[in-house]
């Protein structure tokens, strides 16, 4: 009879662990987990979308993680989504790590995107190409697992006349304010940046050409789902897809950012304020 018991407690405990586990893969169909990376347009883009569904009744996590790790979180499907891909450079090597575990749905931002060496307007540098010893032959760069660490550090494998400079990586707060030290000494320093981004909007400073294409060819900010989303949610589905806006938007709710406005108020209020473009986001 104790035998029977334990027998019987065993196959229950084995039963309940395994409903318990396929209850963990199963997607709740009123949950999303949005990915994005620490960047200013990839916090602007990934709360402007997460407060859409919000309103249409989801629960909305939005995760913020190492870009490597973003990539990684959607083709594992622990996130759902990212709104924050910049393609075809930029993350160019990590889409083709992990593209048989993801889909490209749709693309956010299609003119304006582009990253590259930036220097303050005062240089009279105006290419890669024409770099000699400018800024003590040093680039000042942000986060080592970045994609633009990574197409910086092919650019000076690339070019002849960047023998002998050397990437320094940081952070992306830390090489902001090593920016704006600079030109308040209106010293010289190039830096690993990208636009949109809101040092535009309170600096004097360019892009510099990039001849070898390297680092600075026009982008895409693209979004990038797991596989099944479509199936599982067809709703939020259908809003990442439409999901579109112009350089004056993102930069709008940018410029907030940098004024330490809450994202999530920042975003609150583009919506208030476009209304009629967040409504074709939700059209099949």
Known sequence: MLSLLLVGLSITACSSKKTSQVQDTQPSSNKIRLAYKEWDDAISSTFVVGEVLQDMGYQVEMVPLDNIFMWKSVADGSADAMVTAWL????????????NNVDIIGESLVDGAKAGFIVPSYMSVNSIADLKNEANKTITGMEPGAGITANAEKTLKRYPNLKGFKLMPSSSGAMFSALDKAIKNKEEIIITG????????KYDIKVLDDPQGTISAPETITTIARKGLK?????????????????PDINEIMVKLSD???PKKAAREWIEK???????????
């Open 88 to 99: 075809p450079t930029t993350n160019g090597p990590e889409y083709k790590r992990y593209k």
């Open 194 to 201: 990208w636009m949109p981004h809101w040092s535009f909007n």
């Open 231 to 247: 199936e599982d949610k067809p709703e939020a589905f259908k809003v990442l897809q439409n999901f579109k806006w112009d350089l």
């Open 260 to 262: 330490n406005v809450d």
């Open 274 to 284: 476009n209304p009629e473009k967040v409504a074709s986001w939700k059209q099949s």
